[in-house]
């Protein structure tokens, strides 16, 4: 009976500390102080308000593949594949997990991507798929916010930019006449 | 004593059970937010195109749980064009979102404007089938009567921003314009046909810098120097050269997501000539999407 009682205490509390971690993670809002409350400050904190990527072409469109639609409709579809590592530089002013999370993608690993090109034709047209490398590059623009001693948060002016690179990433277009 | 026993270990299993509820209510909010498919696919777009230009238009997915081995299809009833994914060609991008690029054959052989497009999708698991039709927003083309082939080269440009903030945002477009001519050519505009109380620019210049990457990220129009400013003269490309332009806008918080393909006007010898640029999405996204395949 004894070891039973034990058991169930165990489990009690097992229970109790998963559910304080459970609801520790799903928290979503900070706790706010209370009014009166005088926090130590003012300090600064950091926020990602835009992400951004801009593309870099690398040599001209090749010719993937050309087909003739001898049917109502036809599609073709190309997957081009290539391997990349991301990296990550700038000014970096929120934690890098945050940036990966902006931005969908992970710092300092090596991937393959691959794109499916694929395009669509009427009777008697022929599509043509093109491909060419892109190189994407990501910036993060962090802001400056000031937290005074009541925990107000106030907006600078104050923008800083972290750059994450994707090496080549093949992109596709296509053509019908 | 025994009786008092009996007592806590009917407490505790009542307590523990508590627990266990409390616990899988933590759980049902975690699975809510993935408990139907979210598509962020309603642009106001402006598109500056040649007859027969394709463009990929990407909408974005925050899926429900799906298993790994969903497909996907995506109908443009409008455009007759569609596009099918599976598992691996969907890849995750900014805020956790998946993207699937829409093709859009332009067939029209005049400027139009296109109010509430829709897109038809199809949801395939191994055991179910959802059917969905979501809005695709409003489209203005523009079309030019050139075909395909420009004289200058677009070489880089800003294609995607995001941002959680859902008021007045001010973003910047950027692209570098090489000119492959052995004339000199002045960019005299890069301009759209939107609403201007949804879009509008507040400032065009012109950057001597190496790329796009060392456009600055404007927050003020005073972030941009009086002397790079646009003038009426245009903005010059010596033969063989490339220049760098930035676009600097307004968007209205009613403007969720926004794309754009301008059009560039420039003149070359006693031309004056237009040609698309690249094409760049500004998106919304309130809320990260932590939601993926079983």
């Known amino acids: 009976m004894k070891r039973l009682l034990a058991l169930l205490v165990g489990l009690l509390i097992v229970g109790a500390v998963t559910n304080v971690v459970s609801a520790e993670s799903n928290r979503e809002m900070p706790i706010k102080p209370n009014e009166g409350d005088i926090l130590p400050g003012p300090f600064e904190e950091w926020k990602v308000e835009y992400s951004y990527v801009d593309h870099i072409n690398y040599g001209p469109w090749v010719e993937e593949v050309s087909h003739y639609c001898y049917t109502e409709s036809c599609t073709v579809y190309k997957e081009i594949t290539h391997c990349s590592v991301t990296s990550l530089w700038g000014t970096i002013k929120v934690p890098i997990s945050e940036i990966e999370a902006e931005l969908g993608f992970s710092i300092g690993v090596q991937d393959c991507e691959s794109v499916g090109c694929s395009a669509t034709c009427g009777y008697g047209q022929t599509v043509t798929l093109y491909w060419r490398y892109k190189q994407p590059v990501y910036g993060v623009v962090q802001r400056k916010y000031i937290v005074d001693q009541l925990g107000r948060e106030h907006a600078t002016d104050t923008t800083v930019v972290a750059y994450a690179r994707q090496e080549w990433t093949p992109e596709c277009e296509s053509s019908a006449s | ?294």
Not at chain 2, 41 to 63: G, L
Not at chain 2, 89 to 102: A, D, E, H, N, W
Not at chain 2, 157 to 165: G, N, Q, W
Not at chain 2, 196 to 203: D, E, G, L, N, Q
């Open chain 2, 1 to 294: 004593m025994e009786k008092f026993e009996w007592t806590i270990v009917v407490v505790s299993i009542f307590l523990f059970s508590a627990l266990l509820v409390g616990i899988s209510n933590e759980k049902s909010v975690e699975s809510l937010r993935c408990s139907s498919d979210i598509f962020l696919s309603e642009y106001v777009a402006y598109v500056y195109a040649s007859q027969n230009d394709t463009i990929n238009v990407p909408i974005y997915w925050c899926p429900s749980k799906v298993g790994k081995n969903v497909s996907i299809v995506l109908y443009l009833p409008s455009f007759n064009a569609w596009v099918s994914y599976n598992k691996s060609s969907i890849r995750r991008s900014f805020r956790g979102y998946f993207k699937l690029q829409v093709p859009v054959p332009i067939m029209l052989n005049h400027s139009r404007n296109i109010k509430n497009l829709s897109l038809s999708i199809l949801i395939r698991d191994l055991n179910s089938e959802k059917n969905l039709i979501i809005p695709f927003g409003n489209w203005s083309f523009e079309i030019s009567n050139k075909k395909n082939s420009y004289e200058l080269v677009i070489t880089e440009y800003r294609e995607e921003v995001f941002t959680s903030k859902m008021d007045t945002a001010f973003i910047t477009y950027g692209l570098g314009i090489f000119n492959p001519t052995n004339t000199t050519v002045y960019i005299m505009n890069l301009s759209y046909s939107l609403s201007p109380s949804k879009v509008s620019t507040m400032a065009v210049a012109c950057y001597n810098v190496t790329s796009i990457s060392d456009l600055p990220w404007v927050t003020k129009i005073d972030d941009i120097p009086k002397d790079l400013m646009l003038s009426s003269g245009g903005c010059i490309i010596l033969p063989g050269k490339r220049t760098y332009m930035l676009v600097y806008m307004k968007v209205d918080p009613s403007v969720r997501m926004l794309l754009l393909r301008p059009k560039i006007t420039y003149k070359i010898g006693n031309r004056t000539e237009s040609m698309p640029g690249g094409t760049m999405r500004f998106i919304r996204v309130p809320k990260m999407c932590e939601c993926g395949f079983r």
